[in-house]
């Protein structure tokens, strides 16, 4: 029989759509978690290959462990969200079917959460590519000191969106606001906006305990206009719904130093990477974007010279790429920024 609720400390959601491939590994990763009491939620969404037979195989072997939600195909952001409402944790974190974690992933993620009552619980990762296996790189590994997100909320721009890497505070999530049309990119970006209003402790595991895989040419897929706009139409839902919740004006500030970020430079980057498009164009349209519904990305207290200089890291990384677009220079700062992961190999990391 399944464990109690009240048993189950952490829930693990896993997504799982075309990942028959590398699905028994994350899952194998799971089962041999070091931390006892914990379930994994398996939400096979519509996937035409053969997810559904291995996870029922799985299942026959780890039935007190696994559970499986069987749908139609809606996308992750349905599939987290159906996945949040059936786990019975008192912590949710996520792995995406074709990465994998380390045995005291669970562990020690919790371990931490209990120490700093912390709502959310950061850990370090690495990419690694998935044809060969070699490291690419490691981040948010080194020790950092927890903090409170409303006392300090500009530290949030520390934070990858990835949930892969993290543990919730379970209602955090279950009482988090949804989506009428979620985006089909990005839509990470608008998970964690939707839960930082509510979040106070935020703390950090370190070490490198996930191993996000990372396929050839993902990071220069091209974007199409449609899921541009997708995007920007589910921002301005995320904000709304922010807003309607009666979120403080340090926070507001933060979704709009947030949309920037995520917008004005990672968006703009993707798309850049389309060597067909009419970058200035749409460069120009971002701006207009931002202006009109995030309006305070200008002058934010979030994205300062202060905050850059005391925090550094993300805050100064974010600063300095205000000045950049502002300056009317991102079309060339882009160009230089595919050059060196291009040609150079090399990758800013947050």
């Excluded at 195989?57 to 969200?81: C, F, M, P, S, T």
């Excluded at 979704?255 to 164009?281: Q, R, T």
Aim: glycine share 6%.
């Amino acid at each position: 029989m399944p464990a109690a609720p009240s048993s189950i400390k952490i829930s693990i959601i896993v997504p799982c759509y075309k990942a028959a491939d590398t699905l028994p590994r994350c899952l194998d990763a799971l089962l041999g978690q070091t931390l006892p009491d914990i379930e994994i939620i398996a939400v096979n969404d519509g996937s035409p290959d053969k997810c559904i037979d291995i996870l029922r195989a799985y299942q026959k072997e780890h039935e007190d462990q696994l559970v499986i939600i069987d749908k139609e195909n809606e996308g992750a952001w349905a599939a987290r969200r159906d996945g949040i409402a059936a786990a019975r944790g008192r912590h949710i974190g996520f792995v995406d079917a074709d990465d994998y974690v380390a045995p005291e992933f669970c562990e020690t993620l919790y371990a931490c959460a209990v120490q700093h009552d912390a709502d959310i619980t950061v850990c370090g990762f690495c990419r690694e590519d998935a044809s060969s296996g070699r490291v690419l790189s490691e981040e948010l590994t080194h020790p950092r000191a927890p903090f409170n997100a409303q006392k300090e909320p500009a530290r949030l721009l520390e934070l990858n969106t990835a949930p892969w890497n993290k543990l919730f505070r379970a209602d955090l999530l279950k009482e988090m606001g949804n989506l009428r049309q979620p985006p089909a990119i990005f839509e990470d970006v608008m998970m964690h906006l939707l839960v930082f209003p509510r979040t106070e402790n935020v703390a950090f595991a370190g070490g490198s305990l996930v191993r996000y895989c990372v396929h050839e040419g993902s990071l220069m897929t091209s974007i199409t206009a449609q899921q541009i706009d997708s995007t920007y139409q589910s921002l301005v839902e995320t904000k709304d719904i922010i807003e309607a919740e009666d979120a403080p004006q340090k926070m507001m500030q933060l979704v709009a130093a947030e949309a920037f970020l995520h917008m004005g430079i990672s968006l703009m980057f993707h798309v850049s990477c389309d060597k067909d498009v009419n970058l200035k164009v749409i460069l120009r349209d971002n701006k207009a974007y931002l202006d009109e519904h995030f309006p305070s990305w200008k002058s934010s207290a979030i994205i300062s010279f202060g905050h850059a200089v005391k925090y550094r890291g993300a805050n100064l990384k974010v600063w300095l790429g205000r000045l950049v677009y502002r300056a009317h220079l991102m079309r060339a700062a882009l160009g230089a920024y595919r050059f060196m992961i291009e040609k150079m190999g090399k990758d800013i990391k947050w």
